[in-house]
């Protein structure tokens, strides 16, 4: 059965498991979701599901993205995200996806993008120890210090970790516990963190690594 769900994360709280342990949890609204496609190995060359989350004014999307959800009669919907699967039973275009495909325990990869941080040195960047405090230096504290060798290889190496953009990027937190379900209220609380900002996007998988 086709499990995945997109969301908004809410943000953290706490919540006690039954000995009084306080765990430390991220909430989602997940869904409604709606299935807004599904790709066969034989038409498509690869198979997969696509759906839709958070109903929007029409006039935010195209007459390409509006004629593709009236083909099932779908309202107009900000976040199209596929999912690759080789099962898609139990799913037709037009179904609804809600938070209860997940159940308590259920171990889940939470997919976001990561806070954006602009343009960062060596020390916060990659937590470099920077220059010495003394001994007569006056601007090298956070710097990161001799990159490579002279004659040979007469170059700084490709990779090589220096100051730049940080964050922003995709990032996963893969196999975390699903604490909460509330089919009601579109929650799902899941352990511990997940990657973005209050209000930001996620996707919601099945774990992939065990």
Not at 49 to 71: A, C, D, S, W, Y
Not at 103 to 108: I, Y
Not at 145 to 150: H, N, Q
Not at 173 to 179: E, F
Request: glycine share 16%; proline share 6%.
């Amino acid at each position: 059965m086709f499990k995945g769900l997109i969301g908004r994360k809410v943000g953290m709280t706490q919540v006690f498991d039954e000995d009084g342990v306080a765990l430390p949890v991220t909430v989602i609204e997940a869904g409604p979701c709606y299935v807004t496609q599904i790709k066969s190995l034989e038409g498509d060359g690869y198979s997969s599901v696509q759906i839709g989350f958070e109903e929007v004014n029409p006039k935010r999307l195209t007459r390409g993205q509006l004629g593709h959800l009236k083909r099932n009669n779908l309202p107009p919907l900000r976040f199209l995200r596929e999912f690759r699967t080789k099962d898609t039973d139990g799913v037709a275009e037009g179904d609804v996806i809600k938070v209860d495909i997940f159940e308590m325990d259920e171990r889940v990869d939470v997919v976001g993008t990561s806070k954006g941080r602009g343009f960062a040195g060596v020390v916060k960047r990659y937590g470099f120890a920077g220059g010495p405090k003394t001994h007569g230096q006056s601007d090298r504290l956070r710097a990161p210090g001799s990159l490579g060798s002279g004659t040979t290889p007469g170059r700084v190496w490709k990779g090589k970790r220096g100051p730049g953009r940080m964050g922003n990027e995709r990032v996963t937190s893969s196999n975390i516990r699903v604490v909460l379900v509330d089919p009601e209220r579109n929650l799902l609380a899941v352990d511990g963190s997940v990657p973005g900002p209050k209000g930001g996007m996620v996707v919601i998988n099945p774990v992939r690594k065990h």
